[in-house]
């Protein structure tokens, strides 16, 4: 089944305890991207890959790091969070250049005490 | 000036009848847009999209793209209760070159 999954799915932490969000996608996509969602913000972009070894920052990238080392695998790793960075997250593959129809993991939701 | 603008709603319609969901943007160089629905705590799911002027329709969802007037919408037919979600537009292209979300529309039907 063609799929894009997250791990974990729910997480709670402490200020400052460096955690991974790992999101693996089997469709051969080149790009991938990260988002959170915020009541009243809608998604916002973190950082977007548009194939191994090329990232880029988002809309709201402070705070948040990634790498692609290989096709299928786009983690984000928060080095430190903070309670603001409590939200829905959400990885999403697409084909690459010249199509925009994007799909979407199951999402982490996260919350930072 | 929000990039692509959404009523938040909820817009409550009756079992059966026709939803109408509206979504405006900003930016004329804006190419392709998407609709995404989705279930409380759950993950968007495209549903639709559209690229040309005019109507593209699948099953009981009709698109309506207008680049002159900058709107995009979307008609769900003969709504059902499991239609009741939040709707997404979605706009790629233009100066981002990004795929740019409003923050979607709560869609209610009423049994």
């Known amino acids: 089944e063609a799929q894009v999954t997250q791990n974990p799915r729910y997480l709670i932490t402490v200020t400052g305890k460096k955690l991974t969000v790992t999101c693996s996608q089997n469709?051969?996509?080149?790009?991938m991207s990260w988002y959170r969602q915020d009541p009243g913000l809608g998604l916002r972009q973190i950082y977007y890959s548009m194939n191994v070894e090329v990232t880029d920052k988002g809309d709201v990238p402070e705070g948040y790091k990634v790498s692609r080392k290989e096709k299928r695998n786009f983690p984000l790793i928060l080095e430190s969070p903070s309670p603001n960075q409590t939200s829905l997250y959400f990885c999403a593959s697409r084909i690459g250049q010249g199509t925009y129809e994007q799909y979407f993991g199951p999402g982490t939701r996260l919350t930072v005490t | 000036q929000k990039e692509v603008e959404q009523n938040s709603g909820p817009l409550s319609v009756p079992e059966g009848a026709i939803a109408s969901l509206n979504c405006t943007y900003s930016d004329r160089g804006s190419q392709s847009f998407f609709w995404y629905r989705q279930y409380s705590g759950k993950s968007p799911e495209l549903i639709m999209f559209?690229?040309?002027?005019g109507d593209k329709e699948d099953g009981r969802f009709t698109a309506q793209l207008n680049k002159a007037s900058q709107y995009v919408s979307l008609l769900i037919r003969d709504s059902q209760p499991s239609d009741s979600a939040t709707y997404l537009c979605?706009?790629?292209?233009?100066?981002?070159?990004?795929?740019?979300f409003g923050t979607g529309t709560l869609l209610a039907v009423q049994p």
């Open positions: 469709m051969n996509h080149e790009y």
């Open positions: 559209i690229y040309s002027n």
């Open positions: 979605a706009g790629y292209g233009g100066a981002t070159n990004k795929l740019i």
